[in-house]
């Protein structure tokens, strides 16, 4: 478990996340999205290897049994939060690497639109 701990240093996960804000930060109404993050949760392959003594990783999400089909996932859009959106392995479309990406090109397609309606709305 100690190579995953390694593998994420506090500089690689600073050095990626100020990588993320500065892409977000070229899109229109984005300019200034470092000074509306409210509340900030990093998870790495060492946090899952902590908190659930998965060192190997999880390909199929924490579950892989028949209540984690595809259909009976949890959607991309959180119920009770309108303004969080998830993807992986544990929510729709499904694991596997093709089905992430998949998933994960939707759910940006989603914060677009979502980002777009509240500037539009404003």
Same mark, same amino acid.
């Given at each position: 478990?100690?190579?995953?701990k390694q593998?994420f %240093? +506090? ?14 930060s070229?899109?229109k109404?984005?300019?200034d999205?470092?000074?509306a993050i409210?509340d ?6 060492a ?5 659930? +003594?998965?060192?190997?990783?999880v390909?199929f999400?924490? %579950?892989?049994g028949?209540?984690?089909l595809s259909?009976?996932r ?8 309108? +303004? ?5 392995? %544990?929510s729709?479309p499904?694991n596997?690497?093709?089905l992430v990406?998949i998933?994960?090109k939707q759910?940006?397609?989603k914060?677009?639109e979502?980002?777009? %309606?509240?500037i539009t709305a404003?």
């Open positions: 478990i100690e190579i995953y593998q %240093s +506090n500089d690689l996960v600073d050095d990626v996340r100020d990588a993320v804000l500065q892409r977000l070229v899109l109404g984005l300019e999205v470092q000074y409210l900030e949760v990093v998870d790495t392959p946090t899952y290897a902590d908190y659930y +003594n998965v060192g190997a990783g390909p999400g924490l %579950s892989h028949l209540g984690q259909l009976t949890p959607a991309a859009e959180c119920k009770t939060r309108s +303004n969080v959106l998830f993807v992986g392995a %544990s729709r499904g596997g690497v093709p990406l998933g994960s759910v940006a397609k914060a677009v979502k980002l777009e %309606s509240m404003q």
